[in-house]
T-cell receptor
Framework: NAGVTQTPKFQVLKTGQSMTLQCAQD?????MSWYRQDPGMGLRLIHY???????DQGEVPNGYNVSRSTTEDFPLRLLSAAPSQTSVYFC?????????????FGPGTRLTVL | AQSVTQPDIHITVSEGASLELRCNYS??????LFWYVQSPGQGLQLLLK??????LVQGIKGFEAEFKRSQSSFNLRKPSVHWSDAAEYFC?????????FGAGTILRVKS
């Protein structure tokens, strides 16, 4: 199993550009989530999904969209990038439909918005 | 409201010394608690978790944590630190259908 994969590893955007961060898992996990990590703030939940076709907002959803058309994939879209979205983004997945199961994290995407 | 507090931003210990990383939570009568570790440039890996039962839980890499309801704490411990333990450690609590993380503690190990 590849586990949780994320692409790209690094990305530089200009303010106002849009892009999609890809996340895929091959463990047949129901629960998937996106976090952003900023120094001194830990990981903050952006959006999550408890199964295909179901998504919900986390702590910091503004400026981001998600969809979950398949169990495997959970892309994160930045609609109009802003410097405040410079961060490291992690995707995670877990077996159950809730957040009580062990989450498996991808390697992260480091995004810089100029 | 802050759900998880890790009071120490940085901790430095000597190799072979004991370690305790503090975590206080403020959500849930019976919380679901986790400790994750992040090595430099990597994603997070689960060290251990507590849901119920024995309040002392054992994890991977020789780590353990003790749940103390009266103190709303879930501190992580290791009797003897190795240089490879240098990393950032995150405490987390389940809040509804979400996992809420503390700000993290960076552990430095000096030889």
């Amino acid at each position: 199993n590849a586990g949780v994969t994320q692409t790209p590893k690094f990305q530089v955007l200009k303010t106002g550009q849009s892009m999609t961060l890809q996340c895929a898992q091959d463990m047949n996990h129901e629960y998937m989530s996106w976090y952003r990590q900023d120094p001194g703030m830990g990981l903050r939940l952006i959006h999550y999904s408890v199964g295909a076709g179901i998504t919900d907002q986390g702590e910091v959803p503004n400026g981001y969209n998600v969809s979950r058309s398949t169990t495997e994939d959970f892309p994160l879209r930045l609609l109009s990038a802003a410097p405040s979205q410079t961060s490291v983004y992690f995707c995670a997945s877990s077996y159950g439909r809730g957040s009580t199961d062990t989450q498996y994290f991808g390697p992260g995407t480091r995004l810089t918005v100029l | 409201a802050q759900s998880v507090t890790q009071p120490d931003i940085h901790i430095t210990v000597s190799e072979g010394a004991s370690l305790e990383l503090r975590c206080n939570y403020s959500y849930g009568a019976t919380p679901y608690l986790f400790w994750y570790v992040q090595s430099p440039g990597q994603g997070l890996q689960l060290l251990l978790k507590y849901f119920s039962g024995d309040t002392l839980v054992q994890g991977i890499k020789g780590f353990e944590a003790e749940f103390k309801r009266s103190q709303s704490s879930f501190n992580l411990r290791k009797p003897s630190v190795h240089w490879s333990d240098a990393a950032e450690y995150f405490c987390a609590v389940v809040k509804g259908n979400k996992l809420v993380f503390g700000a993290g503690t960076i552990l430095r190990v000096k030889s």
